[in-house]
């Protein structure tokens, strides 16, 4: 909770900041879109282009000189790779605060919005880490798609993790995937799946019961940083 302040944890306001959002959240849930978080992003991509902009993917750039004239130009990305594209511009001093900067440890987190039980003994939940660590898989909904290794020198570009520390982190997902059960059993502290499913059930011989605070589940898993971020 803490973390969402994008603050250093060790500063105090951060502290308040995390009170702040876990008693909104056991009051009034999480809010979240209607459709999926990407109906937000489709809203503003809508927006944007009544305005007269236009949104251009699948084009990398190794340099800011490479895009055409403008007032502004906003750059989503972490400090190296923007003092990759655009340290040109940039003083001295600015420039070298960017190369100090050290990468902490990060997370994934993953939220699933449930209609229905999951099916976690189907078979096919257990081979989704292996697709994604090895398969060229659909991406977006155009007719696009994105190998392995694609996936990895993306990430790679926009979060300035070097190749390898994204490779570690690709085959966590899929071990987590592979070792679901396990992972959720973790979580749960042995509770029944069925139990969460319906609420209310057994337990070592004693009836319990579960009422989720919120509707969403959300699960963080660890993953490593380092203070060297030289590619391979």
């Not at 009051?27 to 459709?35: L, S």
């Amino acid at each position: 909770m803490a973390a969402h302040s994008m603050r250093p944890l060790d500063r105090g306001p951060t502290a308040g900041v995390a009170l702040a959002l876990t008693v909104l959240a056991h009051r009034d849930g999480w809010c979240f879109p209607r459709g999926g978080a990407q109906r937000l992003a489709d809203a503003l991509a809508s927006y944007l282009r009544s305005l007269g902009g236009e949104i251009v993917t699948d084009a990398p750039i190794a340099s800011l000189d490479e895009l055409p004239p403008a007032r502004a130009v906003l750059c989503d990305l972490s400090p190296k790779p923007l003092l990759r594209i655009a340290g040109g511009r940039f003083p001295p001093r600015y420039r070298r605060a960017l190369g100090r900067y050290q990468y902490g440890p990060g997370v994934y987190k993953v939220d699933w919005l449930l209609d229905g039980p999951v099916p976690w003994r189907n078979a096919e939940c257990a081979r989704a880490g292996e697709q994604f660590l090895n398969a060229t898989l659909p991406l977006g909904d155009k007719g696009h798609t994105q190998s392995p290794q694609e996936y990895l020198e993306t990430l790679s570009r926009t979060s300035g993790l070097p190749h390898n520390m994204v490779r570690r982190n690709m085959q966590k997902i899929n071990d987590s995937l592979v070792h679901m059960r396990e992972v959720l059993n973790g979580l749960t502290r042995g509770l029944p799946l069925e139990v969460i499913d319906k609420g209310i059930g057994e337990q070592s011989g004693s009836r319990v019961c579960f009422f989720p605070r919120s509707a969403s589940l959300g699960v963080v898993m660890p993953r490593a940083g380092e203070t060297d971020n030289s590619q391979e």
